[in-house]
C-alpha cells in the first residue's frame, strides 16, 4: 500500500478524504488509485529524479497524482493554468519534464505548448476526466490498466514550485522536499504531524483557492499527509464556500484578503444563514489585508482568523493570531518556532530592534532551498548558507513581532498573486511602438494592487487607444491574463537614477498618496 495513505484506508477506508466539484473519493479508494497512478508512471520510465508537470484544476487527480509522485521519487511540477502556451512551454523545457497531466479545461493551451520545441522531452502526455483528446491519452486509462499492488521502493519525490523573479524567466524553487535523491517517503509524515500547529490534524480542510500556488498547497496537501481530508471548489465561490464549510464540517480553510472581501460583500440573509461552528483555523496571507476587513471577519468568525506570512522559498515564517493582531495590529507576528529571522542593513551589518532593513531568515531545522538551473539567483539570495531573503523590508520590534515595510523588489501582489513586473515589462519593450516601459502596482480596492504600464512611445506613435488596444492585445498574446496591465499611461520619459535604474517609488507616489498605506 502506499506509505502515506496505508494507514488511513485501513483505519478509515469508507470515509470520504477528497471531495470535488464532480464527487468524492473515499481514503481506500484513494490508496488503491495512488498504487495505480505510481506503477503507471513507473510502466512509462518514470522515477528517481524525473519530473512530471500538471496543469489541471483543483480536483481529485490532482491530488493522486502528486500522491503517486511522492511515493516514487518524481519531481512534480504544479503549473499555474493562467498561463498560455508559450509560458507553460517555458517551464517544460526548463523543468526538464519528461510527463505532462492535464485536465478538459486547459487541454488546448497544453496542446499547443507541446507543439514548441521547448517541450519536446515531454514523452508521456495525460489528460484527467476525459477519454483523450490529440495526443493526450486517457489517465483514467493509465489507472485501471495498471497494477494496484504497493509499489516497491518507494522513495520521496515533491514539488517544484515556479515563482516569477524581478529578472527574467521564472525560476523553479527546489526544496528539502523536491526530493529525487532517494530519501525516506516517511518524511512527509513528519511534516504533516508538524502542520498540526497552524491547522486541525487530521480535520477537513476547503480549498478554495488553486492548489498550484505553494499556500494552498501546502494547507491542503500536507494537512493531508496527516489524515485530513480536503473538500475543493475549482472555481472561488464565497456563498458556495459556505455552504460547503457547513456540510461537510470544514475545520480549517486557507484565504487571501480579496476573498475575505468578498465574503463579508455577501447578501445578509447568506451571512445570517451560515453557522461555521466547525472552523478551528482560518488562516490569511499572501497580501496585505485592510483593517477593516480583518476587523469585521474577525467580529464575524471570531478569533478563529490568524494571519501568517510566508514564501514559497521559506513556506511559513510568521503568524499572528486574532488576538495577537488586536493588540498589536499592523505586524504580521512572531516567527514560528522553527524560523529565525535577522534584519540587516544595507552595509551588511545585523540591525537592533525597531531598524528596518532587509529581512533574512534561517530555518533551524536545517531546511533551504535552491532555484533550479539558476545558481546565481540562488546565491543572490543568500546571506550565508541556509539564510536567505525574499527581498522584503521591515523590523522586528522590542517583542520580536515582525513589522514589513515595504518590498525591496517590485513585486505587485494582486488579489493574493504574485505579480513581477520585469516579465510584464520584457513583453512591452518587444513591441514595435515602444521605446521605454515601466510597470508598477497602484491601490485597487477589491484586489489590493492592479498592474499598471507607464509607456514611453516611439516618436509618430499616437497616445490613443488605438495604440493603449495595441499594447494590451499584445500582452495578452504572451503573457497570462492576470499580468495583463489593466491600463496605460503614456510619458516622455521615465524618471531613471544616474546609473540608470528606473525610480519606480518616483512613477507609484501620485497613484499611493491618498491611499492608506505604502504595499
Known amino acids: ?43 512509462r520510465g518514470l522515477g528517481v529524479g524525473d519530473t512530471l508537470a ?148 487530521p480535520g477537513i480542510t476547503g480549498l478554495c483557492g488553486p492548489v498550484y500556488h505553494s499556500a494552498q498547497w501546502a494547507f491542503s496537501w500536507l494537512p493531508m499527509i496527516g489524515g485530513s481530508s480536503v473538500v475543493m471548489q475549482h472555481k472561488y465561490d464565497s456563498a458556495h464556500l459556505l455552504e460547503l464549510i457547513d456540510r461537510w464540517d470544514i475545520t480549517n480553510v486557507h484565504l487571501v484578503p480579496t476573498q475575505l472581501k468578498r465574503l463579508l460583500d455577501l447578501p445578509d440573509d447568506v451571512r445570517s444563514a451560515f453557522d461555521g461552528s466547525s472552523l478551528e483555523s482560518v488562516l490569511h496571507g499572501a497580501a496585505p489585508c485592510p483593517p477593516a476587513v480583518k476587523q469585521q471577519m474577525i467580529d464575524w468568525w471570531g478569533s478563529v482568523v490568524t494571519e501568517y506570512y510566508g514564501s514559497t522559498e521559506g513556506q511559513i515564517i510568521t503568524t499572528c493570531s486574532s488576538e495577537q493582531w488586536m493588540s498589536k495590529g499592523g505586524s504580521v507576528g512572531p516567527p514560528v518556532g522553527t524560523m529565525e529571522i535577522y534584519v540587516v542593513g544595507d552595509d551588511g551589518e545585523r540591525l537592533g ?81 515602444v521605446a521605454d516601459a515601466a510597470v508598477i502596482g497602484i491601490p485597487n480596492e477589491e484586489f489590493g494592487e492592479e498592474v499598471k504600464a507607464v509607456v514611453v512611445l516611439r516618436p509618430g506613435v499616437g497616445t490613443g487607444t488605438e495604440t493603449t488596444d495595441r499594447l494590451l492585445d499584445h500582452c495578452r498574446e504572451h503573457l497570462a491574463g492576470y499580468k495583463v496591465p489593466r491600463s496605460v499611461d503614456f510619458v516622455s520619459e521615465l524618471p531613471r537614477t544616474g546609473t540608470g535604474k528606473i525610480k519606480k517609488n518616483d512613477l507609484r507616489e501620485p497613484y499611493w498618496a491618498e491611499a492608506d498605506r505604502s504595499i
Open 1 to 43: 500500500m502506499a506509505t502515506l495513505t496505508a494507514e488511513f484506508a485501513e483505519q478509515k477506508g469508507d470515509t470520504i478524504a477528497l471531495v470535488d466539484d464532480e464527487g468524492t473519493r473515499t481514503w481506500a479508494e484513494l490508496d488503491e488509485r495512488i498504487n495505480r497512478l505510481a506503477n503507471g508512471l513507473r510502466d
Open 54 to 201: 500538471i496543469i489541471a484544476g483543483n480536483r481529485r487527480e490532482w491530488f493522486e497524482v502528486t500522491l503517486a509522485c511522492a511515493h516514487i521519487g518524481v519531481t512534480f511540477v504544479p503549473v499555474n493554468w493562467h498561463w498560455v502556451a508559450e509560458e507553460i512551454a517555458y517551464v517544460l523545457g526548463d523543468s526538464g519534464a519528461t510527463a505532462v497531466v492535464t485536465d478538459d479545461r486547459f487541454a488546448d493551451v497544453v496542446l499547443e505548448a507541446l507543439d514548441d520545441p521547448q517541450a519536446s522531452g515531454v514523452t508521456t502526455r495525460l489528460i484527467a476526466g476525459v477519454a483523450g483528446r490529440g495526443t493526450l491519452e486517457s489517465l483514467e486509462d493509465l489507472v485501471t490498466g495498471s497494477s494496484a499492488e504497493s509499489p516497491a521502493d518507494q522513495s520521496l519525490g515533491g514539488p517544484m514550485f515556479y515563482t516569477s523573479g524581478t529578472t527574467g524567466q521564472p525560476k523553479g524553487v527546489r526544496s528539502s522536499l523536491t526530493g529525487g535523491g532517494g530519501a525516506p517517503v516517511e518524511i512527509y509524515q513528519l511534516v504533516g504531524a508538524s502542520f498540526g500547529d497552524y491547522v486541525p490534524v
Open 353 to 433: 530592534p525597531n531598524e528596518d532593513g532587509t529581512l533574512y531568515f534561517r530555518n533551524v531545522m536545517g531546511t533551504d532551498f535552491e532555484y533550479h538551473n539558476a545558481p546565481e539567483k540562488t546565491e543572490a539570495a543568500h546571506l550565508e548558507p541556509g539564510v536567505f531573503t525574499t527581498g522584503d523590508v521591515g523590523h522586528l520590534d522590542d517583542d520580536g513581532y515582525l513589522w514589513l515595510s515595504s518590498r525591496k523588489i517590485d513585486m505587485v501582489i494582486s488579489g493574493g498573486v504574485n505579480i513581477y513586473p520585469a516579465e510584464i515589462e520584457g513583453v512591452l519593450g518587444g513591441h514595435a511602438d
